[in-house]
C-alpha cells in the first residue's frame, strides 16, 4: 500500500515558505517571483512532479525549478514565463551554455521546459532541447494509428 501524501494548509498563499523563499530571491522583480511560485505549485499540486526544487542563480539574477514527471524520467530545469515575454533564440542558447545539468551526466542540460502562465491561470509547458532529437517512443506509436492509408 502506497504511503500518504501529507499536506500542510497554508490559509495565505504568502505564508507558504516556498513564497517567502521565492520572494527573497527576486525581490527586485515580484512578477518573476509570484510566477516562480506558481511554477512551484503547479509542479507539486497539479501534476504531481517528484523532486521539485528552486534554484536561484544570483549571477544571473533569475529562478527557475527542476523537477521529475515520474520517477523513471530525467530531472529537467523548468523556467516560468508570462504569455506576455518572448525569448529569443539568443537567450534559449545562453541558458542552454550556462547552467549545468541537473541530473550531473553531462555539461550542461540536453533538455529545457518554458513553463508559460497566462493571466487567466492558463498553464502550457514547452519542451526545448539543445539539437534535433527523435519523438518519444509512445508519440511514434500513437502516430501509427494516424497513417493515411495504412502507409507510415
Known sequence: MAAKKSYTFYRRLEDHPKHA?????SAQNRIHAALVFQ??????????????????????KFSYLSAKESPAAQQELIFPLTSRETISMQRIKELFSTLPDPAGRAEHPAL??????DSDSTSVYYRVYNGIRPPPEKLILAGKDDAVDGNE
Do not use: P, Q, S
Open 39 to 60: 511554477a512551484y505549485l503547479d509542479a507539486t499540486e497539479v501534476k504531481n512532479w517528484m523532486d521539485v526544487r528552486i534554484h536561484h542563480d544570483t549571477e544571473r
Open 112 to 117: 529545457l521546459t518554458f513553463a508559460i502562465f
Open 21 to 25: 523563499e521565492c520572494m527573497r530571491y
